[in-house]
């Protein structure tokens, strides 16, 4: 079966398991971000796959062979570093041509390959470059391309873009993308950043505290996510108290939410709803209670802060449809059932 | 790269070279000093192995006493007058810039290197009446005339001063240079002038450092060897003369390898206190 | 403060050079004889160091001496630095308490450390036995400055090259040999210069039979003063001057000496 797959994974430091007992498949060509704040075990998760930690136990198999035992340098990976990792006391064509360099490649093939590869990277010309005199994105690129250049099965980043500034780091993120669609190879990257596996995953895995917590398509991470820590981890949200009234419908904050249920036999739960879900009305009836507490303005999108029933409620919409509200007006929060997520507890 | 133990023996190859060459070079030769210390001498060749204390014994003399006794004030009076002479200094350098700083650390490093004999020869033209000083005052007029400044007991200090002087500014150096300037600027901002937040500030935060440096220039002054013997008279004479002169002139090897022993006890006790407060600074 | 700072590094510039410029002076003086300011300007005294023969032969030893132990002292501390910072193998520090050992006691121990082990194995007086005791004596100065490079290396570079296809030997020859070389070297100029310069061991190991440059002048001192030992006494500043001036030119001394990176501006 091509793809990697995970089988019941664990690595424990001393008493502490940072991972465990963790189970994933990844299909061939998939690109696959493993997030979640930091301790969560992704980073050693990913170093198991590269074989640079060795797994307490579980398997590690990729296209139908146990890898679990196999050191790193037999794998036919490529993997991107926090740090980069590049070698500084050789030139850029030399860090790429590194790999090929210890399978014992001729000067020509390495020469060939390298100006392949710095074209792919938009930097033909750079081979003779010192790596120190890079740029911050260049720098990346050149990283990029040396883990590229066997054209290994499997593709690792260990939060390859953290280093780079805002804009440098969405821009390389759309390149990733398109750099592993074209390629076709089966990439896990680890990162903290949602907005960044958002962009870039086909497959979103969630983790905490060493074990997944979800793992779907980024659109349904956001959609529908499995508990209140990944809703709250990946975008905004907010979790409101739901329970069951006397008539057994179902309730926000006093206002009923029709078509919402509850999980059965319990009268009590959370639900998560996305700001940018939440309409606004005249106080009264069927929407919550509130009193607008703060508005901010970020020209490309509105934020309104409604204190309700000891909570805060935040709603988004764009400027077009600018809800007309200021400071300490009392309004009605409407939250459509469509949009209600009911986590479990 | 994971860190691992070895597993193989091939793992464990690295080490057989160097550990084959400090056991058969330096712990076999250690032993068999302190072997030695327990032979008598054979005035003939170097020793007649034996097992005797006779050469611990002389240790009670008042001679030795006293040799001791003045190795060890002389050695303590050098550590102290490098302290208070290189703190301040070794402060104050880690503040100039990069190429100041090293320009002074090359300086530094081809004085630590010179030979004790060169040192010894150099001070002792510095001190003599026809090259010295001395000349330089009679010059501009503050002497009559030219005079010897040695052989005498603050020459011999001099000197060793000066041999330990850039060692201990080598030592202080990572601690001062590493010192958090925050520290001092947030002194500054408190009102503290640059020399009460030095006093105030720096010198109680490093205080384990003072502490160990002391130690580590008290042993390096224990070791000088030709300093006492060439800026000074027999009575300013230390510890490490007399096991030169025990081994080389008076072909006594067991006695100088019982005051040997005695010396590294001596220097070992001090060397663990060091690290003692070396540890007590990474603690706080 | 300003000027009580500069007055305080101009005493103790004038304190670290006294000696020397006198024994500068000294050493061009025209006339063997010993006086300051020099009488007369020659430079005679230096082409000495290399025309006469017993101070070239003091020379010749004392260079072959500091060449051949310094490499044997890198050859002891390269694969132990290595090991220690390869392996996890607390046991092993004992031999880097005895490398770091020899340095730290006070050097008449070791010299008669020395003594003792080879009157006992009946070699005394072997040139050879020079080399090798200044090699453990000066074992220290390759194994700080190779420890302090191990510890440079960033382990990730080590771990990219293992994803690349790099085993244990090619990662050895290709990043990590390539990154240390400049300890390496530093280490052998210390260990090259201090040799140099070192008496009490080669005293006690080949003091009767051969004589290096500082037991020359010791030997000379006692049947008086020379302008040679004087003009020898500056060659040796002026090589350990230039040797220390090329690691610093060509590396990092800062970070030699323990300031913790080079970018601390």
Same mark, same amino acid.
């Given at each position: 079966m091509p793809g990697l797959s995970i089988n019941s994974i664990t690595k424990r430091f001393a008493d502490f398991?940072?991972?465990?007992d963790i189970s994933l498949s990844v299909p061939d060509g998939k690109f696959v971000c493993l997030l979640g704040?930091?301790?969560?075990?992704k980073t050693t998760l990913l170093r198991m796959i590269a074989g640079l930690e060795e797994p307490t136990s579980g398997a590690i198999v990729l296209d139908g062979d146990d890898?679990? %035992?196999?050191p790193t340098h037999k794998r036919n990976l490529g993997m991107v570093f926090q740090s980069l990792a590049?070698?500084?006391?050789?030139?850029v064509g030399e860090n790429i041509a590194y790999a090929l360099r210890i399978r014992g490649a001729s000067k020509d093939d390495q020469r060939k390959r390298v100006d392949e590869l710095l074209a792919m990277i938009h930097l033909?010309?750079?081979?003779? %470059?010192?790596? @120190?005199?890079?740029s911050g994105g260049q720098r990346q690129r050149v990283a990029i391309a040396r883990a590229l250049a066997l054209s290994p099965k499997l593709f690792l980043l260990d939060?390859?873009?953290? @280093?780079?500034d805002a804009k440098l780091r969405e821009a390389m993120q759309v390149e990733l993308r398109q750099l592993q669609q074209r390629l076709g190879i089966t990439t896990i990257v680890v990162t903290h950043d949602q907005r960044e596996a958002m962009t870039m995953a086909d497959l979103v895995v969630v983790m905490g505290k060493g074990k997944i917590l979800q793992a779907a398509s980024p659109i349904e991470i956001y959609r529908?996510?499995?508990?209140a820590f990944v809703a709250d981890f990946i975008g905004i949200t907010n979790l409101l108290p739901a329970e069951a009234d006397s008539a057994g419908r179902t309730t926000v904050l006093g206002a009923a939410v029709p078509g919402v249920a509850l999980p059965t036999g319990s009268a009590k739960a959370t639900i998560s709803i996305r700001p940018e879900d939440i309409h606004f009305s005249s106080p009264g009836a069927g929407a919550i209670a509130g009193t607008v507490s703060f508005v901010r303005d970020l020209g490309g999108t509105v934020e309104t802060f409604v204190e309700a029933g000891g909570t805060t409620i935040v709603a988004v919409a764009t400027p077009r449809e600018r809800p007309n509200v200021s400071v300490g007006q009392a309004i009605g929060v409407v939250l459509p059932p469509e949009s209600c997520v009911v986590l479990q507890p | 790269m994971r860190r691992e133990p070895p597993r193989s023996l091939a793992d464990y190859a690295p080490l057989f070279f160097p550990a084959l060459m400090l056991i058969v070079f330096f712990v076999v030769p250690f032993s068999i000093m302190i072997a030695v210390s327990f032979f008598k001498r054979n005035p003939a060749g170097f020793y007649t192995p034996d097992f005797v204390f006779d050469n611990y014994a002389r240790f009670l003399t008042t001679f030795f006493g006293s040799v001791l006794g003045f190795s060890l004030l002389l050695a303590i009076l050098v550590a102290v007058c490098c302290v208070v002479i290189a703190f301040p200094f070794t402060y104050l350098l880690t503040k100039r810039s990069r190429a100041v700083q090293t320009v002074w650390l090359v300086g530094l490093l081809s004085v630590l290197s010179l030979s004790e004999v060169i040192i010894g020869f150099a001070w002792s033209t510095l001190f003599?009446?026809?090259?010295?000083?001395t000349n330089l005052f009679v010059a501009i007029g503050l002497m009559k005339e030219p005079v010897a400044l040695l052989p005498s007991f603050w020459a011999v200090l001099t000197g060793m001063v000066y041999q330990a002087l850039p060692y201990t500014i080598l030592v202080l150096y990572p601690a001062l240079v590493r010192l958090d300037p925050t520290l001092l600027e947030a002194a500054r901002t408190l009102g503290a002038s640059p020399v009460r937040a030095f006093f105030n500030v720096v010198t109680p935060a490093l205080r384990n450092t003072i502490v160990a440096t002391l130690i580590m220039v008290f042993v390096f002054a224990l070791g000088s060897y030709l300093l006492p013997q060439i800026l000074?008279?027999?009575?300013?004479?230390?510890l490490s003369v007399l096991i030169t002169d025990q081994a080389i002139?008076?072909?006594n090897m067991p006695f100088a390898a019982a005051m040997a022993v005695f010396l590294v006890l001596i220097s070992l006790a001090l060397v663990g206190l060091t690290l003692l407060a070396g540890r007590k600074e990474n603690a706080l | 403060m300003t000027v009580l700072r500069r007055l305080y590094f101009i005493l103790v510039a004038l304190f670290l050079a006294a000696p020397l410029i006198v024994v500068a002076g000294v050493s061009?003086?025209?006339?063997q004889e010993l006086t300051f300011p020099p009488k007369g300007f020659s430079l005679a005294w230096y082409g000495q160091i290399f025309n006469d023969p017993e101070w070239r032969l003091a020379l010749i030893h004392s260079v072959t001496l500091a060449i051949c132990s310094a490499a044997i002292a890198v050859a002891i501390a390269l694969p132990l630095a290595w090991f220690l910072w390869r392996r996890i193998a607390p046991w092993a520090n004992i031999f880097q308490v005895l490398g770091l050992a020899p340095f730290i006691l006070p050097p008449v121990i070791t010299a008669l450390g020395f003594l003792s082990f080879w009157a006992t194995v009946g070699l005394?007086?072997?040139f050879y036995t020079a080399i090798i005791s200044h090699a453990i004596f000066f074992v220290t100065l390759p194994l700080v400055t190779l420890s302090l490079g191990f510890a440079s290396i960033d382990r990730s570079l080590v771990e990219a090259a293992s994803t690349m296809g790099a085993d244990d030997r090619a990662v050895l020859k290709t990043v990590v040999l390539p990154l240390i070389l400049p300890y390496l070297v530093s280490g052998f100029a210390f260990a090259f210069v201090l040799s140099l310069n070192e008496y009490i061991v080669a005293y006690m190991t080949i003091g009767f039979t051969t004589e290096t440059l500082p037991i020359k002048i010791f030997n000379a001192l006692r049947y008086g003063y020379t302008p040679t030992m004087a003009a020898v006494s500056i060659f040796f500043v002026t090589v350990a001057a230039l040797v220390f001036g090329a690691i610093a030119y060509f590396g990092d001394i800062r970070r030699l000496l323990g300031a913790m990176s080079s970018d601390t501006e």
């Open positions: 398991a940072a991972v465990d704040p930091s301790g969560c075990g890898i679990t %035992r196999v590049l070698f500084p006391h050789l030139t033909t010309g750079f081979a003779d %470059r010192p790596v @120190a005199k890079l939060e390859p873009l953290s @280093a780079l529908k996510p499995a508990d | 003599s009446r026809t090259a010295g000083i000074g008279r027999p009575s300013n004479w230390t002139y008076q072909s | 061009v003086n025209q006339k005394f007086g072997q």
